[in-house]
C-alpha cells in the first residue's frame, strides 16, 4: 500500500512567478487536504476536497492560491505571482469516508518546500 | 473557537529516560477528536493515536503512553525508556465535529534524545 506522494519535493522559484504542486493520496482514500507548515510552527489548514469537490478554504488561501481536484484522484495547489512570505513546507493529507467507513486521521505525504527569492 | 497548546518548545532527554509531552487543548465542542502525529527530520508527519472526547479511557503502546483528561482539558503524551529514534518534533492536533475537517495543531515539541 504507498503512502500519500508529493511532487516536487522542493522547489524554488523567484519572486512573481506561479509555481505548482502535485498530490497523489492514497489509492482508496476520498478526502485530500492541503496544509502549509512554517519553520516552528505547526500545520495550518489551507482547503479539502471531499471526491472532487472542494468543500472547505482557510482564510489563509488567499486569491493567488488556487487548489483543484479535477477526478477525485489526484490534486494540484497553484499559487500565482509567488511572494516571499509563500516560503514554506506544503503538505498533503488523505483520508477515508466511504459508507459506514470513516477514518478520522489523516495521513500525510512528505511535503513540497517551496523557497521564494 | 478551537488552540491547541504545547507549552514546551523542546525538551533535550538522555536515552532511557521517560518524557512526557504535554497538550492542552480549547474547544466549545462536545465532540472532538484529538490526535498526535511525530515529524521526524525527515519532514514527514506520522500518524501516532487518535482519542474521541467521549473515551476518557488511557491508551498504552508499546513504550508509548497518552493520559487523556477532559477535567483539564488535556491530551499528554508519555514515552517510557526513550530512544534515539524518538528525536523528532511531536504535534498535538484538535478536530471538532461540528466545525469541519481541519485539523488545529499546536505548535510542536522538539524532543532530543542524546546517547
Known amino acids: 500500500d504507498t503512502g500519500v506522494s508529493q511532487d516536487p519535493r522542493h522547489k524554488i522559484t523567484k519572486r512573481g512567478q506561479n509555481v505548482t504542486f502535485r498530490c497523489d493520496p492514497i489509492s482508496e482514500h476520498n478526502r485530500l487536504y492541503w496544509y502549509r507548515q512554517t519553520l516552528g510552527q505547526g500545520p495550518e489548514f489551507l482547503t479539502y476536497?471531499?471526491?472532487?469537490?472542494?468543500?472547505?478554504k482557510s482564510r489563509l488561501l488567499s486569491d493567488r492560491f488556487s487548489a483543484e481536484r479535477p477526478k477525485g484522484s489526484f490534486s494540484t495547489l497553484e499559487i500565482q505571482r509567488t511572494e516571499q512570505g509563500d516560503s514554506a513546507m506544503y503538505l498533503c493529507?488523505?483520508?477515508?469516508?466511504?459508507?459506514?467507513?470513516?477514518?478520522?486521521?489523516?495521513?500525510f505525504g512528505p511535503g513540497t518546500r517551496l523557497t521564494v527569492t | 473557537a478551537q488552540k491547541v497548546t504545547q507549552a514546551q518548545t523542546e525538551i533535550s532527554v538522555v536515552e532511557k529516560e521517560d518524557v512526557t509531552l504535554d497538550c492542552v487543548y480549547e474547544t466549545r465542542d462536545t465532540t472532538y477528536y484529538l490526535f498526535w502525529y511525530k515529524q521526524p527530520p525527515s519532514g514527514e508527519l506520522v500518524f501516532l493515536i487518535r482519542r474521541n472526547s467521549f473515551d476518557e479511557q488511557n491508551e498504552i503502546s508499546g513504550r508509548y503512553s497518552w493520559n487523556f483528561q477532559k477535567s483539564t482539558s488535556s491530551f499528554n503524551f508519555t514515552i517510557t525508556a526513550s530512544q534515539v529514534v524518538d528525536s523528532a518534533v511531536y504535534f498535538c492536533?484538535?478536530?471538532?465535529?461540528?466545525?469541519?475537517?481541519?485539523?488545529?495543531f499546536g505548535k510542536g515539541t522538539s524532543l532530543l534524545v542524546t546517547p
Open positions: 492536533a484538535l478536530r471538532n465535529s461540528n466545525s469541519g475537517y481541519a485539523l488545529n
Open positions: 476536497f471531499q471526491n472532487e469537490a472542494q468543500l472547505e
Open positions: 493529507a488523505s483520508s477515508l469516508a466511504a459508507g459506514h467507513t470513516v477514518s478520522y486521521e489523516q495521513y
